[in-house]
């Protein structure tokens, strides 16, 4: 079996800006056609919770990729579709590189990651976090899987 990952693990493009928190592979099984056409999973990096940098080598799909496909993906008719994904390691990562890399793509953000508090305040969690899990908690309460309540009360005490 090959090489992947192990989860959770961030994902980040860094030529638009994108993070996510990935915490099976089950969510990358499936991408829509576009980005399949456009090949857009060879700009991913994966940081996984070992200290290991990942990059997708190879995507591949049962998908019919012709020009009918093509046109209609880039106009109206765009199908989610199964995807094979194949990692390779690339690297080993210093906890720092992954803060600094975090921040970078909320400083890019057009107000995705930061729906419900500013970009300091992320930052500056991100910053503080002295391990992975840290990391991951941080972007949980503050990105992914935001309890408005909690954050409301936090905020509170703290004026």
């Not at 990059?55 to 496909?69: C, R």
Request: hydrophobic residues 35%.
């Amino acid at each position: 079996m090959a090489e992947r990952p192990s989860y959770p693990f961030i994902l980040i493009d860094d030529s638009t800006g994108y993070l996510d928190l990935v915490d099976n592979g089950e969510q990358l099984l499936i991408s829509n056609a576009l980005g399949f056409i456009k090949r857009v999973h060879y700009n991913f990096q994966g940081y996984d919770k070992n200290g290991f940098i990942w990059k997708i080598s190879d995507v591949d799909s049962k998908y019919q990729v012709n020009g009918l496909t093509k046109i209609l993906a880039y106009t109206f008719y765009n199908p989610q579709i199964e995807v094979a994904i194949t990692w390779t390691k690339v690297n080993f990562y210093k906890l720092d590189e992954l803060k600094i890399s975090i921040c970078q793509q909320v400083d890019r953000d057009d107000d995705i990651l930061t729906q419900y508090v500013d970009k300091g305040t992320i930052k500056q969690q991100i910053s503080n976090c002295k391990s992975f899990d840290e990391i991951i908690s941080s972007l949980n309460k503050y990105v992914f899987k935001v309890d408005e309540d909690e954050l409301w009360k936090d905020h509170l005490e703290t004026e």
